[in-house]
């Protein structure tokens, strides 16, 4: 299988600031590489798919970019709704492994 | 609107069986793959296997061959995830997801999940 780690784990930050969250794959992925957003006791809702695709409905503020094995996933001021975990997700190959997430606080 | 809904929370013993629903309603059922998620408590998302309703093609993680089995009644639109025989490590919220068709082939996340199924064997 192929391992995804995510960093930081969690990090804290003001409303506003700009927020950068890393993925990195075990092996090349090329672009398929998924974000998701998840609030507590909600499930979780694609944000970007292909690396850098945003999905329907989802802000501008959020954006992604990476290929390969290095991915990050950009939040460019954020916003109060935006305190979740983050989770990537490849879809190179089955199974469609994710990341252990990344919690976003607020400071 | 396109949605999944899944089954009610279940509350089971060790040993017992159970089986869990999610009826998409809303697209064309056969025409998308539908997965299951599992999230352990305060845990992250582990990808268990997928299901093509069309023709009923399913594919299984590792990690949970043998373990579950997936299947699908498209004359209904429901998915189902069941267990033959429970263990307090089944112990986790469900989700059922529709593997998108953002990008051509088989390589798309997850676009629609359903709500969720707890469930607790204890």
């Known amino acids: 299988d192929i391992q995804m780690t995510q960093s930081p784990s969690s990090l804290s930050a003001p409303v506003g600031d700009r927020v950068t969250i890393t993925c990195r794959a075990s092996?090349?992925?090329?672009?398929?590489l998924n974000w998701y957003q998840q609030k507590p006791g909600k499930a979780p809702k694609l944000l970007i798919f292909?690396?850098?695709s945003l999905q329907s409905g989802v802000p501008s503020r959020f954006s992604g970019s990476g290929s390969g094995t290095d991915f990050t996933l950009t939040i460019s001021s954020l916003q109060p709704e935006d305190f979740a975990t983050y989770y990537c997700?490849?879809?190179?190959?089955?199974?469609?492994?994710f990341g252990g997430g990344t919690k976003v606080e607020i400071k | 609107e396109v949605q999944l809904v899944q089954s009610g929370a279940e509350v089971k013993k060790p040993g017992e069986s159970l089986k869990i629903s999610c009826k998409g309603s809303?697209?064309?059922?056969?025409?998308?793959?539908i997965g299951w998620v599992r999230q352990m408590p305060g845990k992250g998302l582990e990808w268990m296997g997928i299901?093509?309703?069309?023709?009923?093609?399913?594919r299984y993680s590792p990690s949970f061959q043998g373990q579950v089995t997936i299947s699908a009644d498209k004359s209904i639109s429901t998915a189902y995830l069941q267990w033959s025989s429970l263990k307090a490590s089944d112990t986790a919220m469900y989700y059922c997801?529709?593997?998108?068709?953002?990008?051509?082939?088989?390589?798309?996340?997850?676009?629609?999940w359903g709500q969720g199924t707890m469930v607790t064997v204890s």
């Open positions: 997801a529709r593997r998108g068709i953002m990008v051509r082939g088989d390589r798309n996340g997850f676009d629609i």
């Open positions: 809303g697209y064309s059922f056969t025409s998308y793959w």
């Open positions: 299901i093509y309703p069309g023709d009923s093609d399913t």
């Open positions: 092996q090349s992925i090329s672009n398929y």
């Open positions: 292909a690396a850098s």
């Open positions: 997700q490849q879809s190179y190959s089955t199974p469609p492994t």
